[in-house]
């Protein structure tokens, strides 16, 4: 069964530092997704990656896939107070059927401090 | 706004009742998704109706059913509600064609008594 990891779950971060969430999962799959949900409110598609290698930059987040280690990684850069909430990698794991099913990490909570 | 769209926003039931959420998908999406989302959790895929016919299911008792109608929208029944039934519940629509975004909506807090 697809695992995925992410960590860290609780993140406390100043404005203007950088740091990197990261997202490990457990078999193969041929897409990952980055998703930010706010308090109360439904999940906003912000990165989808396809391939090995892949990089996706928006504002002052970029995402990066690595298919060999498995692994996702998302990079705040410049942090401000607008960028708390809570994100989550999900992937789609390769299975016969064709399902569209996605599998969530946990989340990281972040918070942006002044 | 992903034009997907939820009802109804919140319900509380008492163990044992009946629940029905609906779905509107977003124009032009064919593919419906359900998920479970407990407290400070990630989302838990329920199940995933293409067509009016289901397309994958994850592990969940089969008092969780759905079903889609010919406009793509969607509904999602649990019967014998228990108390670890309550979450939020999401709906996301996609295009069906593989490698596409699941939108989301605003989901249904269920709260169950």
């Known amino acids: 069964e697809l695992k995925v990891e992410q960590n860290p779950l609780f993140l406390s971060m100043q404005e203007g530092k950088n740091y990197t969430i990261y997202c490990n999962y457990s078999?193969?799959?041929?897409?990952l997704y980055w998703y930010r949900q706010d308090p109360g409110k439904s999940l906003e598609s912000l990165f989808v990656l396809l391939s090995n290698g892949a990089v996706k930059q928006e504002g002052r987040l970029m995402a990066s896939l690595d298919t060999k280690a498995r692994l996702s990684t998302l990079h705040i850069t410049a942090a401000v107070h607008d960028l708390s909430a809570t994100y989550f990698c999900a992937v789609h794991p390769i299975t016969q059927g064709g399902s569209e099913k996605l599998v969530f990490g946990k989340g990281t909570k972040l918070t942006v401090n002044p | 706004e992903t034009g997907v769209t939820q009802s109804p926003t919140h319900l509380i039931k008492t163990r044992g009742q009946q629940v029905t959420l609906r779905c509107s998908s977003q124009?032009?999406?064919?593919?419906v998704s359900w998920y479970q989302q407990a407290l400070g959790q990630g989302p838990q895929f329920i199940f995933q109706?293409?067509?009016?016919?289901?397309?994958g299911r994850g592990n969940f008792p089969p008092r969780f059913s759905g079903l889609q109608f010919p406009n793509y929208s969607s509904e999602l029944n649990v019967n014998a509600l228990e108390l670890d039934d309550s979450a939020l519940y999401l709906c996301?629509?996609?295009?069906?064609?593989?490698?596409?975004?699941?939108?989301f909506g605003a989901g249904t807090r269920l709260s169950v008594l």
């Open positions: 124009s032009g999406h064919n593919t």
């Open positions: 078999t193969t799959s041929d897409r």
């Open positions: 109706y293409y067509r009016e016919e289901e397309n």
């Open positions: 996301a629509s996609s295009l069906g064609q593989g490698l596409d975004i699941q939108y």
